[in-house]
């Protein structure tokens, strides 16, 4: 007989099954995002850069799912055809090193300083200051190292420098690892960001443009902060204000400033909140889809237009693919290079031919605000053409 009653006479119990454990939820999505890398493509990391960049533009499918699966962008847009201008030189990096190397001397010193000066000044000096060590394996051991490391600077009051702490943000989803320049927890409990730049301060101002950048990119950490904080009881402050440190003049001597960043903070997580989840991008997708950079040009290129974008001007300082994006919204027509501002105005006009067909009457309602305000640009500029044409006439007759 075939059949096992449970008797141990009767021979060997059977082994236990070997069926894998069910895939969860996650790891279904962290599978399917391998895929869309490729096979054996590392995922490049989702910085705070990166980050706030994706936040100004939620509505881009395209670079939320290229982010969320770690697609490494600039060798995405070579393999195009389209290499991408974006991005720091090693030089600047390199400089920027030295200057944070510089400034973090001696234990945070000159840093802590900064830190009393313009952030809490009330406090008291900050001597001998903890920093401790956040060394751990992998970005997860890192971030568990973090979080335990704010809780025990917390409890013990006093000055702690954390040096590139490791945070982590959901994004849609996905969760992002973040390494901010430095967390400065405050003898009150509370919590401060750090952001050392290698632009200078001149005369006592920086470049707004870049410190506004610098404000957008320090927002991501404070809200990623907050997370942390939501864990302990009670819930430490999480500081608006941010440390800003910077080159003074043309030297290299660290100045400080603190920088209001609750504006910047708002946007960005209403932005977030505001991104399509990572998961219904990558099940919309047809099957096989793979962004690695090594395969067939024509299969890359449709794979990547199989992901809705949004194209702006804006778009070229902040994202690897902007120039393959912009080449393929002005072969489509798009009215999307001439800017948001124009492209909001136009209502439910999207190409450059609805545009030139309504303002000739040709398409569109005449109550329609947009078509009637191009259908009266179109007639003056008719008119000027004309009464142009008819003075040339009048100077030819004399």
């Known amino acids: 007989m075939s059949e096992f009653h449970g008797s141990a006479s009767r021979g ?62 600039a060798r995405l847009a070579s393999a195009l055809g389209a290499p991408s201008g974006f991005g720091q030189s090693q030089f600047a990096l390199t400089r920027g090193n030295a200057f944070e190397a510089k400034v973090k001397a001696d234990g945070g010193a000159e840093l802590l300083r900064l830190a009393h000066t313009r952030l809490d000044p009330a406090a008291e000096p900050p001597g001998c200051a903890a920093v401790p060590d956040l060394t751990a394996q992998g970005p997860e051991g890192r971030t568990a190292r973090t979080a335990l490391a704010l809780r025990e600077a917390t409890r013990a009051g006093g000055w702690t420098l954390l040096d590139h702490p490791m945070l982590a943000l959901d994004v849609a989803g996905s969760l992002a690892f973040l390494e901010p320049d430095a967390v400065v927890v405050h003898p009150d409990g509370s919590w401060s960001v750090v952001e050392i730049k290698s632009f200078p301060v001149l005369d006592g101002s920086a470049d707004p443009a870049k410190v506004g950048a610098a404000a957008r990119q320090a927002a991501v950490y404070v809200l990623a902060l907050e997370d942390v904080a939501a864990r302990l009881d009670p819930a430490p402050r999480v500081r608006y204000q941010v440390l800003l440190v910077c080159p003074k003049d043309f030297s290299n001597l660290p100045a400080g400033s603190a920088v209001d960043v609750r504006k910047q903070r708002a946007v960005t997580a209403r932005q977030l909140a505001r991104l399509t989840r990572i998961e219904e991008i990558a099940g919309s997708l047809p099957e096989g889809t793979c962004f690695a950079p090594d ?34 919204a002005r072969a489509a027509g798009a009215v999307t290079p001439l800017g948001r501002p124009l492209r909001a105005e136009l209502g439910g006009l999207t190409t450059v031919g609805d545009v030139l067909a309504a303002a000739h009457g040709e398409l569109g309602d005449p109550d329609d605000p947009a078509v009637a305000a191009l259908r009266r640009a179109a007639a003056l500029r008719a008119e000027a053409l004309q009464e142009a044409r008819n003075r040339e006439v009048a100077a030819v007759c004399r």
Do not use: M, Q, W
């Open 12 to 73: 060997p119990a059977p082994e236990p099954s070997r069926t894998p454990p069910p895939r969860t939820r996650a790891t279904g999505l962290r599978h399917r995002l391998a895929e869309l890398r490729g096979p054996g493509v590392p995922a490049k990391a989702l910085d705070a850069r990166a980050l706030a960049a994706l936040a100004a533009n939620p509505g881009c499918r395209r670079r939320a799912i290229l982010d969320g699966a770690g697609v490494d962008k």
């Open 295 to 328: 395969r067939d040009p024509e299969e890359l290129t449709a794979a990547v237009a199989a992901v809705p974008a949004t194209y702006a001007p804006e778009c070229l300082s902040a994202c690897e693919l902007a120039f393959h994006c912009r080449e393929r």
